[in-house]
Nanobody, 130 residues
């Protein structure tokens, strides 16, 4: 099993920045795809970003169109931590942000669907005021 714990959420003004962290413990692996999703009140969980391993030295990232150019996902395998650097935040970015991990099993497709993931954190609230 893998446990994921998010941190770094909070209240920020529009145009500001936040960095979310996701600390993984348990049976972690640098091979796992790691993603960030968010869910606003009354809305479905939405893909934000994913970082996937290509080889021992190479990872690639994908982003939703709504955050591309403003958010950056990264990982530090030595610390078993994934980050989401969020810049130029907008009120519509307000949501609970969830970290997710995939063991790349049969359910994994491309990392942009919640169904691709096996492990989830409890979420951290991000509120952007206008």
């Amino acid at each position: 099993q893998v446990q994921l714990v998010e941190s770094g959420g909070g209240l920020v003004q529009a145009g500001g920045s936040l960095r979310l962290s996701c600390a993984a413990s348990g049976r972690t692996s640098s091979r796992y795809a790691m993603g960030w999703f968010r869910q606003a009140p009354g809305k479905e969980r939405e893909f934000v970003a994913v970082i996937r391993r290509i080889d021992d030295l190479t990872y690639i990232a994908d982003y939703s169109d709504s955050v591309k150019g403003r958010f950056t996902i990264s990982r530090d395998n030595a610390k078993n931590t994934v980050y989401l650097q969020m810049s130029d935040l907008k009120p519509e970015d307000t949501a609970v942000y969830y970290c997710a991990g995939s063991g790349l099993g049969p359910n994994y497709h491309n990392g942009i669907n919640p169904e691709d993931y096996d492990y989830w954190g409890q979420g951290t609230q991000v509120t952007v005021s206008s």
